[in-house]
């Protein structure tokens, strides 16, 4: 079955970095579009970044371009995000997510940006 499973999760302060993991199995990983979400304490959920499956070519939201970066490691079925710059407001859970025949998600990895 389709599983997804974030890390690289933690507490950081301002200004800092992290670099989010997720791994995935069940689907065939490199023919598929791949999208990182987050979603803020009382807030809905928003996508991030998204990579395309062949070209590799992103997208990213307007709040996290230039700080975050969205790459793919095909071989070893792995989708990461580097956060860079972190910003309080960054604070979420980060979700993995694809769609095969529906979503599928993760559980998400908590980030937390604080001082």
């Known amino acids: 079955q389709v599983q997804l499973v974030e890390s690289g999760g933690g507490l950081v302060q301002p200004g800092g970095s992290l670099r989010l993991s997720c791994v995935a199995s069940g689907f065939a990983f490199r023919l598929l579009a791949m999208n990182w979400y987050r979603q803020a304490p009382g807030k809905e959920r928003e996508l991030v970044a998204t990579i395309s499956p062949f070209t590799g070519s992103t997208n990213y939201a307007d709040s996290v371009k230039g700080r975050f970066t969205i790459s793919r490691d095909n071989a070893k079925n792995t989708l990461y995000l580097q956060s860079n710059s972190l910003k309080p407001e960054d604070t979420a859970v980060y979700y993995c997510?694809?769609?095969?025949?529906?979503?599928?998600w993760g559980k998400g990895t908590l980030v937390t940006v604080s001082s």
């Open positions: 997510n694809t769609r095969v025949d529906r979503d599928y």
